[in-house]
């Protein structure tokens, strides 16, 4: 069974700039998740989709953060305009649903300058 | 709010040693607590899931214990191996929606 795909793996972009990250997540999981992790934190709930509705976005700086999900499958979060703090690594996890266990991708790692 | 917590931030030991890796979190009305692994650079691997109503649940060498009233787990690694290095976290699902609440992890090194 394929896992959590994410693209890229890496991101280097200087402050102000706008970047995009894709998520695949693992065929016939109906929930998905998007996390931040700051060096040395757990990740941070971003975002939850059900299918291609949004469950909880309350922890989403909406004023620069966006995130979708067409068709109930693959997920962009996007970050438009980047600020330092912004720098991060994004982790992606799908589920069969909310009760099931979360499986992650491997994550983008985001460099502001 | 809930807070997790864990402690220590990073452990040493040689290789073959008995570890608790220690978890606390504020708030005992949660649905599951599971602990992870990441390696450098990875994502997220799950090891264990412990439902609310459970005691304890048991991989391998892996055993991770809750104890709610308390608000505190441990996840026991028998006989540590190198492989074992990683960084462990723990996370609290406080209403089965799902959103986890994540500790900020335990860096463990096993030296040979």
């Known amino acids: 069974e394929a896992g959590v795909a994410q693209s890229p793996r890496y991101k280097i972009i200087e402050k102000r700039q706008s970047v995009a990250f894709w998520c695949n997540p693992i065929?016939?999981?109906?929930?998905l998740y998007w996390y931040q992790q700051i060096l040395g934190q757990g990740p941070k709930l971003l975002i939850q989709?059900?299918?291609?509705?949004?469950?909880?976005d309350s922890q989403l700086p909406k004023d620069r953060f966006s995130a979708e999900r067409l068709k109930g499958v693959d997920s962009t979060l996007k970050i438009q305009p980047a600020k330092l703090e912004d720098s991060a690594v994004y982790l992606c996890?799908?589920?069969?649903?909310?009760?099931?266990?979360?499986?992650f991708g491997p994550g983008t790692r985001l460099t502001v300058t | 709010k809930q807070e997790v917590t864990q402690i220590p931030a990073a452990l040493s030991v040689p290789e073959g040693e008995n570890l608790v890796l220690n978890c606390s979190f504020t708030?005992?009305?949660?649905?599951?607590l599971q602990w992870f692994r990441q390696d450098p650079g990875k994502g997220l691997t799950s090891l264990l899931l412990?439902?609310?109503?459970?005691r304890e649940q048991t991989s391998g060498r892996l055993n991770a214990s809750l104890d709610k009233s308390s608000g505190r787990s441990t996840l026991y690694i028998a006989a540590s191996q190198p492989g074992d290095s990683a960084t462990y976290l723990c996370?609290?699902?406080?209403?089965?929606?799902?959103?986890?609440?994540f500790g900020q992890g335990t860096e463990l090194s096993v030296k040979p």
């Open positions: 996890a799908s589920s069969l649903g909310a009760i099931n266990g979360q499986y």
């Open positions: 065929s016939g999981h109906a929930t």
């Open positions: 989709f059900q299918n291609n509705g949004v469950v909880d």
């Open positions: 708030d005992s009305a949660i649905y599951n």
């Open positions: 412990i439902q609310s109503s459970q």
């Open positions: 996370a609290v699902d406080e209403n089965q929606g799902g959103k986890l609440i």
